[in-house]
């Protein structure tokens, strides 16, 4: 059986004078049944005559140029009115000249320079043609010219608002393409500054507590290793995410989950910083981007803890329910001048912000009344990445 698919797809890559080609052919081929003689496009009503040498030509210029309206549109219109204005005056009145109106919608849709040039040439040639219809006695009278030119500008009104649609379709890919690049290049940044921040704070708080531990080789020894497995964990993230970032990756490659809560709760106490963890509830299995989501507001607190409040006692508390996963990090202590912003540009949390807004939940950053910082999110679970 042939497979229609592959034959469409070897259609759509001929060249596109090959696939204009037929429907000219066709056209001629009908024009030649007797039982179509004198069923063509007519103005003027002259008397139909015989067939000649003449009104094969005709049918031929009429409809072979179809096979480039849309490659040499103009050539394309020029030569079928040069065929159509013959056929009329000689009164062949062949199927051919049918071709008239497709020539005018494909020179409408395809033109691409001397548009208003074309139009106003082609209305002067009508007029010597109905002169010239006249005076071999045609029938037609002056309103009859006159509906007969309106239904050849309407020809020309549908190829031109073919040509608007398409270029107007063409801007709305194009503006499409920009904001999905715009969005991709938005996500891609959050996701290396989540990465990034993380592993390079807590190497940076470890490798200075490392600066006062040359007096307790062991404890020097256990804060080196824990930059050493940082380093290690920022590099395996950074190439997970390169994997997204191939035309065949798997979107949920390399995405940390809530289940790596607690390696990262144990990382940051690596780092020096007292987390306290609590999990509420069962993880559905469903959560989909929620846990991603989760993971990346718990790292963001944790990165902020560790640069303002290091030190400080920080509580981890993240609650699963049917519906919703709820997530609070609370820092105690007074943190740094600027503990109103953390994360330094405040960046991170703008970040968090944009991912559990766009799973419809709810994000809050403040300063504790006692001294310290909260973050809270309520994030819909359900969602897939």
């Known amino acids: 059986m042939i497979d229609l698919r592959r034959a469409t797809d070897l259609w759509q890559r001929c060249d596109v004078v090959a696939r204009d080609l037929p429907f000219g052919l066709l056209l001629a081929v009908a024009s030649l049944l007797p039982a179509l003689h004198g069923k063509g496009t007519q103005v003027g009503d002259l008397p139909a005559r015989p067939f000649d040498a003449l009104a094969y030509a005709v049918i031929a210029l009429e409809s072979l140029p179809l096979a480039v309206r849309r490659r040499w549109p103009a050539a394309c219109l020029a030569l079928v009115s040069l065929g159509f204005a013959v056929d009329q005056l000689h009164g062949y009145h062949v199927l051919a000249s049918n071709a008239m109106p497709i020539a005018l919608i494909s020179a409408g849709a395809h033109l691409e320079r001397h548009r208003r040039v074309t139009v106003v040439l082609l209305s002067m040639a009508y007029v010597p043609l109905a002169l010239a219809l006249g005076r071999l006695g045609a029938s037609e009278r002056v309103e009859g010219y006159v509906v007969f030119y309106l239904a050849l500008a309407l020809a020309w009104g549908i190829g031109a608002w073919l040509r608007s649609s398409r270029a107007a379709e063409a801007e709305r890919r194009r503006h499409v393409a920009e904001a999905t690049r ?21 190497m940076v708080v470890q490798a200075e507590a490392a600066r006062y531990l040359t007096a307790a080789p062991d404890r020097l020894d256990a804060t080196l290793s824990a930059v050493t497995d940082t380093g290690r964990r920022a590099i395996t993230d950074l190439r997970h995410m390169l994997d997204l970032l191939k035309a065949d990756h798997d979107s949920d490659v390399g995405m940390p989950s809530a289940g790596e809560l607690h390696t990262l709760v144990e990382q940051t106490r690596r780092a020096g910083q007292p987390v306290e963890f609590a999990e509420e509830g069962s993880r559905a299995e469903s959560a989909g981007s929620a ?20 030190g400080s006692p920080t509580a981890v508390r993240v609650r699963y329910g049917e519906k919703e996963i709820s997530v ?14 953390p994360g330094g540009s405040g960046r991170g949390l703008a970040g968090l912000r944009e991912r559990v807004d766009a799973l419809g939940g709810e994000f809050s950053a403040d300063r504790r009344a006692g001294g310290g910082f909260v973050v809270r999110a309520r994030i819909p679970a359900g969602s897939r990445s």
Do not use: M
């Open 328 to 341: 609070e990090v609370s820092t105690d202590g007074p943190g740094s001048a600027r503990a109103a912003s």
């Open 291 to 310: 846990e991603f989501v989760t993971y990346r507001v718990v790292q963001e607190a944790l990165t902020n803890a560790l640069k303002h409040a290091h």
């Open 182 to 202: 715009a969005a991709e290049r938005t996500r891609i940044a959050r996701e290396l500054h989540d990465v990034v921040t993380h592993h390079v704070t807590a």
